[in-house]
Structures are given as C-alpha cells and as structure tokens.
C-alpha cells in the first residue's frame, strides 16, 4: 500500500476527543440525509472583510493574468497559442482565521511554559512555520450530528447585544423549547444574530462579542460534543463575566480548546437555519491539511 508520511500521522494528544468517536457515529449521521438539501454556514470571503481587530486582513491578490502572461512573453505558453488559452491564479494573504474557520488545537496556549492541548509546549513545539504539534494539519474530517442552538429566536429579539451571556440553564431551555437533545459525539452551534449585521462593519462593532460563557462550555464539556461553534468572532461572550482567580480573559477558550481538546468554529453563518428552522441536521466540514496552521478556514454544511 501507499506509504504512510510519517509527519502527517498525529501523535497522541494532537486530536481532541473526536478521535475516538465511532464509525456508527459516521453512518448515523449519514442517515439523518433524507432529502439531500444543503445549507451553508459560511458568508464569502473578500478582501477587506470584517475580521476580528487582532487579525491581519484579508486580501485576495491577483499574481497571473491572461494580459500578463502575453505582456511578459511567459512560458509555458506565452504569447505562442493559438487558442488564446490563459489563465488566471491568485495569493491569498490572510489567516487562516478569516470568515467560517476552525481553530487547530495549537491556536491558544496559556501559563509560564505557553502550552497547548495535548502536551504541546512553545518551547518544544513552535517552529518558524508555525507549530509542529496540535496544527491545523493534525485536524480531522467532521461528519457527525449538528444541533443547532437558536439564542436570539427563543429570546425573542433579533440578535443579541454586546457582550450578553449565554449560560448553561439557558442552552437547556431552547434545547428543550426547541425539541432537541444535545448527545455525545454532537457538534453544537449557537447563534446570537451577529451574522445577521454582516458584512456592516459598525453595525456588527455595536453588537459584538456575546456568546456562551464558563457555564454554558461546561455544559457542552459535560454533554460530550466534540465541536462547538457561534456566529461571532471570539466564539465565547467578551469580555468575560467570570475570568476566575487567575483573571483570563477568555477562560471558555482554555477550558475548551487548551485543557479539553473541543474544537471551536468562529464566525459561522447561522442566519439561514434560523430562518429554516432547522435544529438537527448532518454536519459536515472538511479542515484544510496545512502544517503550521493554527485554524483552518471551512465552509461547513448542515444537510438534511
């Protein structure tokens, strides 16, 4: 058979506790399929797209072009064509953290040794092209129940405020208003509305950052998910109403992420299962394999 390259097998302790999620798991999901619709939760990507402020933009950059290809007499096919067959590629210049992405294991560190899920350490494990332990190229296909959690419709508003909780109590009720259950191997997205501003930058700056907090993780830790996602950029409420003792400012993050292997989608479009109604679905996103990465941007579907 094909050799295995050996690099791109995850040690123990690069994949979060999806990795022992059964193949059942897998059929099951499949079978939810009944009518074969599919729904994004993704919004395109552009270049000055609203991002979070901490990230660098996103541009989209034109580097070969039909014109330029003749102009510069380039091979392999140059001005000599007779077809006048060009083509055109692009850069990308951006994070793997622009628009709908999941964040690698190796995202957040946290404490004296900046260490991350599953034994990663800066010291040890970060390379000039990123980390080597726990990077987006360790990440894992997603193909399991989604449960979609609608904050805003059971509130009766249209999106939440900034920096609004979403506590564990809360979850449960719309879980039961809504008649879902929230199961293990489950990837649970919670929407607060903020995609529903999209893309009006100072619309969406009035109304950022809500999202579940310390409870609300611990609920989802304790239901077994392994994934979870929101509409916003920092997945969890900022700033945090309960940073603990050691004052994190982003203590959902570490519990999840860092200490539990759960991994977190950020800025998913949930605006059309609001509409839909639809609180049940397969779901299923695909993470590009790029070493050193620390997220992968996906465009995730729900399919029913």
């Known amino acids: 058979g094909a050799m295995v390259r050996p690099e791109e097998m995850p040690q123990p302790g690069?994949?979060?506790?999806?990795?022992?999620?059964?193949?059942e798991q897998v059929v099951k999901a499949a079978s939810m399929?009944?009518?074969?619709?599919?729904?994004?939760?993704?919004?395109s990507r552009f270049t000055g797209m609203p991002l979070f402020p901490g990230h660098p933009p996103f541009q989209v950059i034109n580097a070969v072009s039909p014109r330029g290809i003749v102009a510069d007499g380039r091979q392999p096919w140059?001005?000599?064509?007779?077809?006048?067959?060009?083509?055109?590629?692009?850069?990308?210049?951006?994070?793997?953290?622009s628009g709908a992405h999941?964040?690698?294991?190796?995202?957040?560190?946290?404490?004296?040794?900046?260490?991350?899920?599953?034994?990663?350490?800066?010291?040890?494990?970060?390379?000039?092209?990123?980390?080597i332990f726990g990077d987006a190229a360790k990440m894992p296909p997603f193909f399991t129940r989604g449960v979609f959690l609608d904050v805003p419709a059971y509130r009766g508003v249209p999106h939440l405020q900034t920096g609004e909780p979403v506590d564990a109590a809360e979850l449960e009720d719309i879980a039961k208003a809504q008649g879902v259950e929230v199961r293990q191997?489950?990837?649970?997205?919670?929407?607060?509305?903020?995609?529903?501003?999209?893309?009006?930058?100072?619309?969406?700056?009035?109304?950022?950052?809500?999202?579940?907090?310390?409870?609300?993780a611990d609920w989802l830790l304790r239901k077994g998910v392994v994934a979870t996602g929101t509409d916003t950029e920092t997945y969890e409420v900022q700033p945090a109403p309960d940073p603990g003792p050691e004052g994190n400012p982003q203590p959902v993050h570490k519990h999840l992420l860092i200490d539990n292997g759960i991994y977190l989608m950020e800025s998913l479009?949930?605006?059309?299962?609001s509409k839909e109604k639809l609180y049940e679905f397969a779901f299923i996103a695909l993470p590009l394999k790029i070493r050193g990465a620390t997220a992968s941007m996906v465009d995730p579907v729900a399919a029913i």
Request: glycine residues 12%; aromatic residues 8%.
């Open 33 to 43: 399929i009944k009518q074969g619709k599919m729904i994004s939760l993704a919004a």
């Open 78 to 97: 140059g001005p000599i064509n007779d077809a006048n067959l060009g083509y055109m590629a692009e850069y990308l210049m951006c994070t793997s953290h």
């Open 102 to 131: 999941i964040d690698g294991l190796a995202h957040m560190t946290i404490g004296e040794d900046m260490h991350w899920y599953g034994g990663g350490q800066a010291d040890k494990h970060l390379g000039d092209h990123g980390p």
């Open 269 to 273: 479009d949930l605006e059309e299962l």
């Open 185 to 216: 191997w489950d990837v649970v997205v919670i929407r607060t509305g903020y995609m529903s501003l999209w893309p009006d930058y100072d619309a969406m700056m009035a109304n950022k950052t809500a999202g579940p907090d310390i409870s609300a």
């Open 14 to 23: 690069e994949v979060g506790p999806i990795r022992d999620m059964p193949t």
